[in-house]
């Protein structure tokens, strides 16, 4: 679970799914009842008397998963030591147990589950899952098959098996929930086991700026006011008339516990990514290429703007689409497609559900002239190349970096992060796009690579003589060495504005 102070993405949940007719017999154990049923539980004025009915017919499809992850890590105590290098076991490695515990519901009587990526994909880039289980409420528990999942969304979908049919639930519209509406989550929170709250939807479709200055595909969620904490992950969220309407993801918090602002991500956006997911099929995004920045009331003012909305552009990544186009930093987009943009519909949110290669209309406002452009929408790159073009050379080099790329054997053995280098970073780092390398995004202080001037923005041209051009390339040059039983390995390095330079780095 992340946590970030402001919206503390305390990150619980994340993912919706779809009702799906399964086929299978009358006889098919249903957690929920009929819509005419449901609708008598509950008046429509007022609160209702009381929840246990309705957490009695939902409560058996919500699932308790637990996930084993083995992590390697270097067996040296003396790491960062004057002794450091003096013993025997120096990059040694090892390996450790890891866990993580979280929420999901079944969605067919044959056994998909839905939870959070983030509850089953190790967060540790040196750790690999090993073992995924799902226990429902009587306390069975099943060895869960990862049938797909989807970083962008938070969103992955497991498979368990068994004789008989398991009970499951369906998926409303989430587009019709309102403000005030009744509604209860169902979770793990805290390792508890099946926990039940209640509360009503504080906002729809509320932005969060969670995703950061580039905008996230799916940033507008249900707000709610139900308790939702740690293990809350990937927990449902349901209406009155036992429909699950969102899917729990994140919580606004100062101290990491519950102080009633929660957010599940709303069903009739997860429900096409569940679909593909268990048909197997590509998730593809639309993309533009541009870091963002809503226009506040501040931004109206400055730019002139008689109305506060749109998407004030920060920069534009080079070769994208936005580029091909004509868009520059400084130009506010109003429109997308004739669909306006506002903190309801974001500019990245109404491109990513357009399919790549879709010539539309962009109405913008440059230099305080109004006017419209033709663009071509692109690829949506994944989240881990996302980062990596948000890498600044000039930040501290102890910042928060992009995602690391590869298995993390560069970390483990030089203790440096690397990344590809992207048209934007060769930008910042003064080369050619295509001059080759990796670039390091962060440095152990510790490590023999810091120690001889590696640090954010050097340049590692080639390995032992050979030239790289991607992080595996590097990678496989590591383990080249480590397999001849060598200490240390040749690295050709740049540091910006400097002269390329060989230095030998010794293996942790």
């Known amino acids: 679970m992340r946590y970030s102070y402001g919206i503390t993405a305390a990150l619980l949940a994340g993912g919706a799914t779809l009702s799906l007719i399964t086929g299978f017999p009358a006889g098919a154990q249903v957690a929920q009842n009929d819509a005419g049923q449901m609708s008598n539980m509950v008046p429509r004025a007022g609160a209702p008397a009381s929840f246990a009915d309705l957490t009695q017919q939902l409560q058996p499809a919500v699932v308790n998963i637990s996930t084993r992850q083995r992590v390697t890590v270097t067996n040296n105590p003396f790491a960062g030591t004057p002794f450091e290098g003096m013993f025997g076991n120096q990059g040694q490695q090892t390996t450790r147990e890891a866990q993580s515990l979280g929420s999901g519901f079944l969605i067919t009587a044959d056994g998909y589950v839905v939870t959070n990526n983030h509850v089953i994909s190790p967060p540790d880039t040196n750790a690999e899952l090993e073992e995924v289980t799902v226990t429902l409420p009587d306390g069975t528990e099943y060895q869960a098959e990862v049938v797909g999942n989807d970083a962008a969304s938070d969103l992955a979908v497991l498979k368990i098996q068994r004789s008989e049919p398991f009970p499951f639930v369906q998926f409303g519209d989430s587009k019709t929930a309102r403000v005030g509406d009744w509604v209860i989550a169902i979770g793990n929170p805290f390792g508890l086991g099946g926990t039940v709250t209640s509360g009503i939807v504080s906002a729809v479709l509320r932005s969060t700026g969670m995703t950061g200055p ?66 197997g099929e590509e998730i593809v995004r639309g993309y533009l290429g541009v870091q963002i920045q809503p226009v506040t009331e501040d931004f109206a003012d400055a730019l002139g703007l008689t109305v506060n909305r749109g998407e004030f552009i920060q920069s534009v990544v080079p070769g994208e689409p936005a580029d091909q186009a004509g868009l520059r930093s400084g130009d506010v987009v109003l429109s997308v497609n004739g669909q306006e943009v506002t903190p309801d519909q974001s500019l990245s949110y109404l491109v990513a559900n357009i399919a790549p290669g879709t010539r539309v209309p962009l109405e913008i406002i440059r230099d305080g002239s109004r006017s419209t452009v033709q663009a071509t929408v692109g690829r949506r790159p994944s989240e881990e190349e996302l980062q990596a073009q948000q890498f600044n050379v000039d930040e501290d080099p102890q910042a928060e ?16 992060q690397v990344i590809g280098i992207t048209p934007q970073i060769a930008r910042q780092l003064g080369v050619a ?20 001037g590696l640090g954010r923005g050097t340049i590692i041209e080639s390995a032992n003589g050979t030239q790289l051009s991607s992080v595996a390339d590097l990678e496989a040059a590591i383990r080249a060495v480590q397999g001849e039983g060598r200490q240390a390995i040749l690295l050709r390095v740049r540091a910006r504005g400097g002269p390329t330079v060989s230095i030998p780095v010794r293996l942790r």
């Open 433 to 452: 796009p295509d001059s080759g390398g990796v670039v390091v995004a962060q440095a152990d202080p510790n490590s023999d690579a810091a120690r001889k």
């Open 214 to 279: 580039s905008g996230g595909a799916y940033d507008r969620y249900i707000q709610t006011d139900a308790s939702i904490n740690r293990g809350n992950s990937g927990g449902p969220l349901f209406d009155m008339q036992g429909n699950v309407i969102g899917i729990n993801n994140a919580i606004f918090s100062p101290s990491g516990g519950s102080v009633g602002i929660g957010f599940a991500i709303p069903a009739e956006i997860a429900s096409p990514i569940v679909q593909k997911l268990i048909a």
């Open 401 to 416: 970096t992009p995602a690391p790329q590869g298995d993390g054997l560069a970390a483990q053995a030089l203790g440096v």
